[in-house]
């Protein structure tokens, strides 16, 4: 580890602490409903759109009707997607003219964008056409991501709001949230993509003649339109193969600290949101101090085991750190830096291998995904998923005091505890039970690149990427097979949709109780003992998907052993 790799991380975290309470101030205008400067602009766009879809922004929503617009949305959105995907060979702006997408991997990768998991099966400039990765994709990265955020605002009213049935209005808050914050932001990072070299141009091909003469013929496209979203968005999903280790996605320092920054700049604002929402914005310091000590901890690590480098190597008299997998203008501050914040978001996107790391660094990843991705998180899907950790530790900090606990002025009773249960459960039951099976069927074991633990442990990175809605992999997984495509698919469903209609009970069951006053016997929700429990409940949860996995390696071996397969 050096001094200019800790300086790195460090400006890292201070720029965005810095940037918290403008972020939040800006998303807590959206949650209101409130006139931003750019609704001169941009007001009659959002109203032509309420009117086109015959739409009254006004009129309140109970969180059974919000859920059944919101999955309505999705999967219109789906079915859209598979089509524009499935039909591609015969649709223009398809300079390459490549053929259409096949069905299962068209299924998996409708799926992957509208969960904003941006898995991709495929090399996305050997695949998809130009309109593809426009009109199927990019679409998918403002609308999922929109869909984030907009249930996050909903859980935010459950908490703040007093007696009343209603949690919003999904239409409107997707509308305010892609007109008045992504589009606008992504307008402003495409342009400095594209001043960085980052290429934006409708053609296919560029030939060029390399300086020894050769010729060559590099792939171009749409891409930093898409970088912006994609990193703003945590969505992940790269234009390129080679994701943000490309020099067309990512050609310098500047334009990788940029992208390190979007991914977690509306993640850090939300819990700012959060505060303000519920009258107190203490709360929303201590959860994000929570989520900050769990990130450096996972950082501190990936970056001392890259550092620190391969002991077999060592021991051969190779000296310095893993640079396996990295790319060298990167160096290992900024790939672990990176992977770890791709991880601890709901993001996906990385600038060097994984599935190349070290042991631990390579866990840290993996174990961060399996947390819930709630460290700092995506759009939305972070605070949101923190915050049903928060129900349950201000439950067991009830137990320990002995009375009914409460939670930013709401009791926490039976039903919000048993529904949070519920969504949590999910992860780590989805993960082991589809890892489980995958490793032990022929199809699943046809899958990885290695063999004995490092193969299983693709097998379980994938799912976990799936279900977690990540998009990141250990690459040396096989995943183009009707077997993988249609098992991911089905994860990334499960764990982006099984999570957010229990979500959206407890915030229509918080929304219709009358507001409690702390008293001398509440359990205090801000300060530092606040905060270490609920770094310690998320790391025991977590625990509940990252130690049997370590279990389930061993016993697939031996039953592969024992089924004659070399595992």
Same mark, same amino acid.
């Given at each position: 580890m050096t001094l200019q790799g800790w300086i790195l991380i460090l400006a890292f975290i201070g720029i965005l602490l810095a940037l918290t309470k403008p972020v939040g101030a800006w998303l807590f205008a959206l949650y209101e409903g409130r006139r931003t400067p750019l609704h001169t602009v941009l007001g009659p766009v959002e109203r032509g759109f309420y009117k086109l879809a015959g739409i009254d922004p006004n009129a309140e929503q109970s969180w059974r009707r919000y859920a059944v617009h919101m999955l309505i949305f999705n999967a219109t959105l789906m079915l859209f997607t598979y089509g524009v995907l499935r039909l591609q060979g015969v649709l223009p702006g398809n300079p390459q003219g490549l053929a259409g997408v096949g069905d299962h991997l068209s299924f998996n990768t409708a799926i992957s964008f509208t969960a904003n998991t941006n898995w991709q099966s495929y090399g996305g400039e050997s695949t998809m056409s130009n309109l593809s990765q426009m009109l199927g994709l990019t679409i998918h990265n403002f609308l999922s991501a929109a869909t984030g955020i907009a249930l996050a605002f909903a859980l935010f009213r459950g908490f703040a709001r007093r007696q009343v049935g209603s949690i919003g209005n999904f239409w409107a808050d997707v509308t305010r949230i892609t007109l008045y914050l992504l589009l606008p932001l992504c307008v402003v990072l495409t342009l400095f993509y594209i001043a960085s070299g980052v290429p934006q141009t409708l053609a296919g091909v560029v030939d060029v003649t390399t300086l020894e003469g050769a010729k060559q013929s590099l792939l171009l496209g749409p891409v930093a339109s898409q970088e912006a979203i994609k990193m703003l968005g945590t969505n992940g999903g790269g234009f390129f193969n080679a994701n943000s280790a490309h020099p067309f996605e990512n050609p310098t320092a500047l334009t990788n600290l940029v992208q390190m920054l979007s991914i977690f700049l509306i993640g850090f604002g939300l819990t700012w949101t959060f505060g303000k929402a519920v009258g107190n914005t203490r709360q929303g310091w201590?959860?994000?101090?929570?989520?900050?000590?769990?990130?450096?901890?996972?950082?501190?690590?990936?970056?001392? *085991?890259?550092?620190?480098?391969?002991?077999?190597?060592?021991? #051969?008299?190779?000296?310095?750190?893993?640079?396996?997998? !990295?790319?060298?203008?990167?160096?290992?501050?900024?790939?672990?830096?990176?992977?770890?914040?791709? /991880?601890?978001?709901?993001?996906?996107?990385?600038?060097?291998?994984?599935?190349?790391? /070290?042991?631990?660094?390579?866990?840290?990843? #993996?174990?961060?995904? *399996?947390?819930?991705?709630?460290?700092?998180?995506?759009?939305?899907?972070?605070?949101?998923?923190?915050?049903?950790?928060?129900?349950?530790?201000?439950?067991?900090?009830?137990?320990?005091?002995?009375?009914?606990?409460?939670?930013?002025?709401?009791?926490?009773?039976?039903?919000?505890?048993?529904?949070?249960?519920?969504?949590?459960?999910?992860?780590?039951?989805?993960?082991?039970?589809? /890892?489980? #099976?995958? %490793?032990?069927? *022929?199809?699943?074991?046809?899958?990885?690149?290695? !063999?004995?633990?490092?193969?299983?442990?693709?097998?379980?990175?994938?799912?976990?990427?799936?279900?977690?809605?990540?998009?990141?992999?250990?690459?040396? #997984?096989?995943?183009?097979?009707?077997?993988?495509?249609?098992?991911?698919?089905?994860?990334?469903?499960?764990?982006?949709?099984?999570?957010?209609?229990?979500?959206?009970?407890?915030?229509?069951?918080?929304?219709?109780?009358?507001?409690?006053?702390?008293?001398?016997?509440?359990?205090? /929700?801000?300060?530092?003992?606040?905060?270490?429990?609920?770094?310690?409940?998320?790391?025991?949860?977590?625990?509940?998907?990252?130690?049997? %996995?370590?279990?389930?390696?061993?016993?697939?071996?031996?039953?592969?052993?024992?089924?004659? *397969?070399?595992?």
């Open positions: 201590a959860i994000l101090s929570a989520m900050v000590i769990l990130f450096v901890a996972g950082v501190t690590v990936t970056y001392w *085991q890259e550092a620190a480098g391969n002991p077999v190597l060592h021991h #051969l008299g190779v000296a310095g750190g893993n640079m396996e997998g !990295k790319e060298v203008r990167f160096g290992i501050a900024a790939s672990a830096l990176f992977s770890v914040i791709t /991880t601890a978001a709901s993001c996906g996107a990385v600038n060097a291998m994984h599935d190349s790391f /070290t042991a631990l660094g390579g866990m840290i990843p #993996l174990f961060n995904m *399996q947390l819930g991705e709630v460290v700092i998180g995506g759009v939305g899907a972070g605070i949101y998923g923190f915050l049903l950790f928060a129900i349950l530790a201000v439950f067991v900090a009830g137990l320990m005091v002995g009375r009914t606990p409460e939670y930013v002025g709401k009791k926490i009773e039976a039903r919000e505890v048993k529904l949070a249960v519920l969504a949590i459960a999910i992860l780590p039951l989805i993960i082991l039970g589809f /890892t489980a #099976l995958s %490793s032990v069927l *022929q199809q699943g074991l046809a899958g990885p690149l290695n !063999k004995g633990p490092h193969g299983f442990s693709e097998i379980l990175y994938a799912f976990t990427s799936a279900v977690g809605n990540n998009g990141s992999a250990f690459a040396g #997984l096989t995943a183009n097979t009707p077997y993988y495509n249609a098992m991911l698919g089905v994860a990334m469903w499960l764990g982006r949709f099984f999570i957010i209609v229990p979500m959206l009970a407890i915030a229509g069951s918080l929304a219709a109780k009358r507001h409690t006053p702390e008293s001398a016997g509440s359990f205090p /929700t801000t300060g530092g003992l606040w905060v270490g429990l609920l770094v310690g409940i998320v790391l025991i949860l977590g625990g509940l998907t990252f130690l049997p %996995s370590l279990a389930l390696g061993p016993i697939a071996d031996h039953l592969a052993m024992i089924r004659g *397969q070399l595992f």
